[in-house]
């Protein structure tokens, strides 16, 4: 029945073409299908949407319409469920269409029964579904994105406790790294400060004792006396030598050397050191490793690495010295030695203070307690950093990293030939220190040699004789004084009066915020206390016979060198 | 709780030989209901829900012991071991066809007949096997169930959301047969359709049937041919039945194909 005939039938009041115009144009589609799941009668809504004709429609499985998904499911869901309860409904299908596109359906079916219970037919309502099944993925989205975020609550809620802990554990590791730290600067500021006040007292005696014994009759009981308390002395300012190491307040000459020859020159000491308690090998590279440290304190430190390092291996083992350019993430880390044994180890406990000073595991007597604290100290005042790994009955390492001097090093120099003192040749000083006792040995081991001598008990009261036109050729002073004037700045300004003058200081200590760059830059050469009265003679006598462009001639070069093998 | 309660197993009829019904994916033991009054009198039937389908107790489903087809075969022989089976028949369709072998291989005493409806070893196409589906179109299916489920999700689900605090309303909406998880469905699905069981038709030493419906866009004829060909001593019958489930649109053809497979019972 065509649009116009169906029109006309209708305006006629027909029942049957009303039913037909229900059927055709309804809202929906509508579908009949054998038992079997073939197309037999199909209304004009269903054939507009899809582009199907009718004729090619009918005789077709409904099936054949469906994506592959879509047949899965009505193979093992939509037909077996329709058999079993007679209906199905609102089953989301996309449909195929003739031009290839895709349209989403509600499919409600009932299945119509002969009088046997048998399928007589299958009825499909189609309903359009594209608003709807927009509004279904939103649904879904939302759903996912509810549960997802859900999700995430519930794991920030789980991990809270241990992200919590884990939060206070590096706190209190950072809190107890500050108070090793802070401790260690307690430590190191005391004794630093008891060390400067017993080196005074180690000068005065150890001046005294050298004035007294030349002034002493022959008597051998006498000198044995002497001796011994020049011996002991002696100890004493060795021990102090280390306090002020490890305060970090000790006066550095670093100089550029080959660390390789730094190990091999103290290889015979260490030897002997072991002394065949355990096995000490050496691993060095082939190619030079220019180090910027204290050579002396440097053999220290090595020195006490290797006794601590025998002294933990009593049942022998190897020691192994170990030097090399570092190297972290491809980039140049600093010169690295090593000491490392195959000993006791040590125990968290132990580790935890093993550089504070006076902290030995070693019997009484055995050790001072000192060797580590010195070789952080030289460590930290160099300007590099220390490493411990222990565990007990693992062994120990204790690499050192000491800055790189970043040169290609000269052929090593001679050693200077040993000066003899002599007499004076009518040079004078000026002698300037706080501490009347320590200026007393000076002007005393001064005066011996012939040299004429004025003093000043303070920076200010140097400077004013100097102002007032005293004709003195070196001044040697003090560096820590009270008053507004300490030595390193009565050099600089006794320079600036007089820049001829020779300039010769002496320190137990730098005070803090100096280092001996200072002494330089202020045209000085530095003697550290305490002194020998032969050291102050010689140091003396080096400067007035011209060393004294003490910038050039003490401080190292750090200019790139042409040395042989540099290609 | 035990294996009967877990796959809400039922025991009925009146002989002594028994048979059991296996259902495939998609549906759960109501899709016997035609076929299985055809044996009550002479066989003791036993009817059970696959693991995550239907009456099963679906908190006992673990997606490990179940990404492959021996997890279900392992519950149908503790079932049939429960229920002291032995040279018993099993009827086992689509996906179960091959749950069965799986279990009659393992345990030879359990079936001495295996009637295989719609069964499919693979349903990938392989090289010269054809399986009936290209891998992107199981792809494609497993794509839509994880995607795009509401609409048959909401069919199959005893809940659909937005009524969770009102079951008896999901209830009027939904199906009574068939219901399952989502989550279990599409699990299901992946196990099923990437299944390969081709190797173990030849260890096959029950007497076999093969019931192959003609059109049948799940297990095609080609599927039910080679099942034949790869099963010593099968016997093929291609039923004038189309779709996937025959049991159901076709159950006397069916039954008919059956009994004319079975050896007569000693009475």
Known sequence: ?567 | MSVLRRLNAHVSGSGSRAMVFAHGYGCDQNMWRFVVPAFRDEYRIVTFDLMGAGGSDLSAYQPEKYASLNGFSDDLIALCQELDVEGGVLVGHSVSAMIGVLAANREPDLFDDLILVGPSPRYINDQSYLGGFAETEIAELLEFLDSNHMGWAGSMAPLIMGNTDRPELAGELTNSFCRTDPAILKHFARTTFLSDNRADLRKVQARCLVLQCSEDVIAPLAVGQYVHDAIPGSKLVILRATGHCPNLSAPDETIAAMKAFLPELAS
């Open chain 1, 1 to 567: 029945m065509n649009e116009q005939a169906s029109r006309e039938s209708l305006q006629n009041g027909d029942g049957a073409a009303d039913f037909q115009d229900l059927f055709e144009n309804a809202p929906c589609g509508y579908l009949s299908l054998d038992p079997e799941g073939r197309i037999t009668r199909v209304n004009r809504t269903f054939t507009s949407w899809t582009g199907h004709s009718g004729e090619t429609l009918v005789g077709r499985r409904f099936l054949d319409l469906l994506s592959v998904a879509g047949k899965i499911f009505y193979e093992t869901h939509f037909a077996p469920m329709l058999r079993m309860q007679g209906f199905f409904n609102e089953v989301a299908f996309d449909l195929r269409c003739a031009e290839g596109a895709v349209i989403p359906v509600l499919v409600n079916a009932v299945e119509r029964l002969d009088g046997t219970g048998r399928a007589r037919s299958i009825r499909m309502t189609i309903l359009a579904a594209s608003d709807r099944r927009k509004y279904e993925q939103e649904l879904l989205e939302a759903r996912r994105a509810a549960e997802r975020a859900s999700r995430e609550l519930r794991e920030v809620n789980l991990t809270l406790e241990a992200r919590v802990e884990e939060a206070v554990q590096k706190r209190l590791r950072a809190e107890e790294a500050l108070r090793q730290a802070q401790k260690m600067e307690a430590i190191g500021q005391l004794t630093g400060g008891v060390a400067h006040d017993f080196n005074n007292l180690l000068t005065v005696i150890l001046g005294s004792l050298e004035l007294l014994q030349r002034r002493m009759p022959p008597d051998p009981i006498l000198k044995r006396f002497a001796d011994a308390a020049e011996d002991a002395a002696r100890r004493g300012a060795q021990v102090n030598a280390q306090l002020l190491a490890f305060s970090r307040r000790q006066p550095l000459q670093a100089v550029t050397v080959d660390a390789r020859e730094v190990v091999q020159g103290i290889s015979g000491l260490l030897e002997r050191t072991v002394n065949g308690v355990a096995t000490l090998e050496f691993k060095l590279p082939q190619q030079a490793i220019p180090i910027h440290v204290d050579r002396n304190q440097l053999e220290m430190a090595l020195l006490n690495l290797v006794v601590n390092a025998r002294d933990a291996s009593p049942g022998g083992g190897r020691i192994l010295v170990e030097g090399c350019r570092g190297m972290v993430d491809g980039s140049p880390a600093g010169i690295w030695i090593s000491v490392i044994d195959e000993g006791e180890g040590m125990t968290p406990e132990v580790l935890e203070r093993v550089f504070e000073p006076f902290f030995t595991t070693k019997a009484m007597g055995a050790g001072t307690g000192l060797g580590l604290s010195m070789v952080y100290g030289f460590v930290r005042q160099s300007g590099g950093d220390i490493d411990i790994v222990s565990a007990r009955g693992a062994g120990t390492t204790i690499r050192l990293r000491l800055p790189d001097a970043g040169v290609v090093l000269p052929p090593t120099e001679e050693a200077s030939p040993l000066v003899e003192v002599r007499p004076s040749d009518g040079e004078s000083i000026l002698v300037v220190d706080d501490d009347s006792a320590v200026r007393a040995i000076a002007v005393s081991t001064l005066e011996q040699l012939g040299y004429p001598i004025h003093q000043a008990n303070s920076g200010e009261a140097a400077l004013r004789l100097l102002q007032a036109g005293l004709k003195v050729d070196l001044l040697f002073t003090d560096v820590a004084m009270p008053g507004r004037l300490n030595g390193i700045e009565l050099a600089r300004e006794a320079r600036r009066l007089r820049p001829d003058l020779r300039i010769l200081v002496t320190s137990g200590r730098l005070p803090e915020g100096l280092d001996l760059d200072a002494v330089w830059a202020a045209g000085g050469k530095f003697l550290s206390k305490p002194f020998h009265p032969l050291e102050l003679a010689l140091s003396v006598q080096s400067l007035l016979d011209g060393e004294n462009q003490l910038p050039s001639a003490a401080a190292p070069s750090h200019g790139p060198g042409t040395a042989a093998g540099t290609p």
